[in-house]
Structure formats: structure tokens, C-alpha cells
């Protein structure tokens, strides 16, 4: 039962580089978030999705994108990497609940990926 | 601006105490209230997910809920040095498919 997978774990990178950030989910789930954690920091949210084909902004988007294919796959883009960005990415999904507990579903976190850049 | 708050600690409790944790938040609309641990270098799990008013009970862990005074706390009963790490705190604002977090409290359980 893999649950949220992220890749890779580890990257560094230099300033003016990009990259992607690979997120993929097995439990079917609508929802999918992007968020990235600062040491002793809560955690930002950056995008997020509601399903395939569906992305909206969260509170820190500037510097990324993103882009949902399908309902298992969530990247998120980097495409002028800046020392700013060093931080840990965490990809997270939910399903959407029914009924009265529609959109309040906790939410699954992969293991994340640590960036540095330098 | 919704905001989530809470002591960042460290708070530090002795193993087979109670450790208490508490979470304020900005806003009377919300709707769903959330506790997450996380370990050092690992990512958040979530240990209860609380929706009305009162006590929640799941094994040691006990969220308790008021939405009056707007805030959400986490009991920990028989505090076991396992249980050492950041709690998160998160909440669902009606509205809004985002959860909006806490910065967390480190709880230390010595032995």
C-alpha cells in the first residue's frame, strides 16, 4: 500500500536551475496539495488541485507550477531555482468526503523531498 | 486573515503524565480541526480529526473542541517517550478547500 509517493528525496540544485518535484498517489483520492516546510515552520501551502485538470493557487505560488494530468500524478515545477526556495516539499492527497463532511477529509502526506539551493 | 497559533514549546513532560496541547484560531467559521505528529525529518501523520463541539476520544489521545472560545486541544494520556515530537495543529475554514496550519509545539516526554 504505497499511499503518496514523492520523488526524489534529496536534490541539490544551483541557482537558475529547474527541476521537478514527482507526486503520485494510489488511494484514488480528488484532492491534492503542495506545501513546503521551513525549519520550525508550519507548513505553506504552494498549489493545490481538486482533480484532473484543476490547479488553483495556495498562499506561497511564486516561483512554481504545477499541473494534473490525471487523478495519481501532481508535479510541481521549479524553473528558475533561488536560494529562497531551500526548503522541504511535501506532496499531500484526500478524498473528498461526501454528505456533510465533503472537502473536510484529513489529509495523507508522502515523505518528502529535502531541496537545497545553492 | 485566518490564523492558526500555538506555543511552539519546547513543552517538556514526564514520562506517564498528562501532556496538554492547545491550538487558537482566528476565525468563529470554521469547520473541521485537525492534529498531526510529526518526528524529526519525517513527514505529518495524522493522529485525530475533530468536527463538533466537546471531547473526542481515540485511545490516549483525546482532542477537545470549543468553538465558542475558539480553540482546539490535544490530550496526551500515559505520555510515553514515543510520543517526543511537533504537533501540528490544522483547521478548515467552511469556504475554502485549504487547511491553514500552526507552526506547531515540540513536546519532549523524559523518562
Known amino acids: 500500500n504505497a499511499g503518496v509517493t514523492q520523488t526524489p528525496k534529496f536534490r541539490i540544485l544551483k541557482i537558475g536551475q529547474s527541476m521537478t518535484l514527482q507526486c503520485t498517489q494510489d488511494?484514488?483520492?480528488?484532492?491534492m496539495y503542495w506545501y513546503r516546510q521551513d525549519p520550525g515552520m508550519g507548513l505553506k501551502l504552494i498549489y493545490y488541485?481538486?482533480?484532473?485538470?484543476?490547479?488553483d493557487k495556495g498562499e506561497v505560488p511564486n516561483g512554481y507550477n504545477v499541473s494534473r494530468s490525471t487523478t495519481e500524478d501532481f508535479p510541481l515545477r521549479l524553473e528558475l531555482a533561488a536560494p529562497s526556495q531551500t526548503s522541504v516539499y511535501f506532496c499531500?492527497?484526500?478524498?473528498?468526503?461526501?454528505?456533510?463532511?465533503?472537502?473536510?477529509?484529513?489529509?495523507?502526506f508522502g515523505d518528502g523531498t529535502r531541496l537545497s539551493i545553492l | 486573515q485566518k490564523e492558526v497559533e500555538q506555543n511552539s514549546g519546547p513543552l517538556s513532560v514526564p514520562e506517564g503524565a498528562i501532556a496538554s496541547l492547545n491550538c487558537t484560531y482566528s476565525?468563529?467559521?470554521?469547520?473541521?480541526f485537525f492534529w498531526y505528529r510529526q518526528y524529526s525529518g519525517k513527514s505529518p501523520e495524522l493522529i485525530m480529526s475533530?468536527?463538533s463541539n466537546g471531547d473526542k476520544e481515540d485511545g490516549r489521545f483525546t482532542a477537545q473542541l470549543n468553538k465558542a472560545s475558539q480553540y482546539v486541544s490535544l490530550l496526551i494520556r500515559d505520555s510515553q517517550p514515543s510520543d517526543s515530537a511537533t504537533y501540528l495543529c490544522?483547521?478548515?475554514?467552511?469556504?475554502?478547500?485549504?487547511?491553514?496550519w500552526g507552526a506547531g509545539t515540540k513536546l519532549i516526554i523524559k523518562p
Open positions: 476565525d468563529r467559521v470554521s469547520q473541521s
Open positions: 490544522a483547521v478548515k475554514w467552511d469556504s475554502n478547500y485549504q487547511l491553514i
Open positions: 488541485s481538486v482533480g484532473a485538470g484543476i490547479t
Open positions: 488511494m484514488n483520492h480528488n484532492y
Open positions: 499531500a492527497s484526500s478524498y473528498s468526503g461526501t454528505g456533510g463532511r465533503w472537502g473536510n477529509q484529513p489529509q495523507h
Open positions: 475533530i468536527y
